[in-house]
């Protein structure tokens, strides 16, 4: 895969709160083009191992040339990080030093259109990151209840027109015009009209909606989630880059709970609540500059968490 193109966001941020170092063991769970992999086994050099994950076939692809420098010290999966026990398992390792997920679709997969994530060039209306697995778009929508579809609109795209969008792509598969990405963004066009200058365009929500269901991405953030504090050695750290509230939020919660697991009521004589097994590396979440927004209109809603485990 030659031409993979993606920028990768929040670079110093990232690996300033990852802290790579010789001799650790690091996964990328979502290695996209391998930018963020590649920063961090530079920075552990000579001898941190990386184990990078990725569901999508040409990220893997593209990632497994761009680190082939590397050599043995990197081991690449296809596959889910909700899988993340077992792949370290496949890869013979116990702990981690770091783990780091960069969420979301990568540029590539936007940007090319048989991929069917583009509402800007027509595309089959796919949308799946792993192209070997699961229901593409179409066939979601096919099984879905106009109500259905609309509570996924409204949920995933914070979108406030969701009931008459869902009516608008409704009927339009009902008479057979619904084959295209582009005809999907036409169907989010005729409620909410067309794009206007210096604004995102109509149909960013309801795409992004579709997407996450198309990929269940919530249910696999939510996986990843709870396997926390485990597999992370005792001074590792998770760092999480999020690009939507919804996202920011989840990670936001479970993060809150390791950082403070004690629930007494005030004055209990003896507390058997177990000690918070993490520690915020950075207070609040670092959004991205206005520099790099600057430089990648699409770096623009991201921010990233960490913490890291202290118990
Ligand atoms: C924003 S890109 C990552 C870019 C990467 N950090 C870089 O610097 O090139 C996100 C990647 O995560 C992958 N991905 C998303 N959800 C995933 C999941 N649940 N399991 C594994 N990979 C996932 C996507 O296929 C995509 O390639």
Do not use: W
């Not at 679709?105 to 699961?134: E, K």
């Not at 015009?177 to 989010?188: G, I, K, Q, R």
């Not at 709970?257 to 004589?269: A, F, I, N």
């Not at 177990?274 to 609040?284: F, G, I, K, L, T």
Request: charged share 30%; aromatic share 4%.
């Amino acid at each position: 895969m030659d031409n993979f193109e993606h920028t990768s966001v929040l670079l110093d941020e990232t690996i300033s709160l990852l802290n790579p170092v010789s001799g650790g063991v690091y996964c990328d769970a979502t290695l996209g083009g391998g930018g963020h992999a590649e920063k961090i086994l530079e920075m552990s050099n000579p001898d941190g191992r990386l184990i990078g994950i990725d569901r999508d076939l040409e990220a893997v692809e593209a990632a497994t040339k761009r680190l082939a420098k590397f050599g043995d010290r990197v081991s690449i999966f296809h596959g889910r990080f909700s899988q993340l026990e077992e792949i370290l398992e496949k890869a013979g390792v116990k702990e981690l030093n770091g783990l780091l997920v960069d969420l979301g679709v990568s540029s590539h997969q936007l940007d090319i259109a048989s991929r069917g994530f583009s509402f800007m060039n027509a595309g089959p209306l796919d949308m799946r990151m792993d192209t070997s697995a699961g229901e593409t778009a179409r066939e979601m929508l096919a099984g879905m209840s106009e109500d259905e579809l609309a509570d996924i609109i409204y949920r995933y795209g914070e979108e406030r027109m969701s009931r008459r969008i869902a009516r608008s792509i409704k009927k339009m598969e009902f008479d057979g015009s619904l084959n295209t990405t582009l005809d999907l963004a036409v169907a989010v066009r005729r409620v909410i009209g067309h794009k206007k200058p210096g604004k995102s365009d109509p149909a960013t929500k309801t795409f992004q909606a579709i997407r996450i269901a198309v990929n269940k991405e919530m249910e696999e953030l939510e996986t990843l989630l709870d396997l926390l504090p485990v597999p992370l050695a005792i001074g590792g750290n998770v760092v999480v880059i999020t690009f939507h509230s919804l996202e920011d939020r989840l990670v936001k919660q479970k993060f809150e709970k390791l950082v403070k697991p004690c629930t007494c009521p005030q004055g209990m004589p003896v507390c058997n609540c177990p000690e918070p097994v993490a520690a915020y590396n950075s207070r609040r979440s670092v959004r991205v500059s206005s520099a790099e927004k600057l430089l990648n209109r699409r770096s623009r809603s991201s921010r990233v968490r960490a913490i890291r485990r202290v118990l």
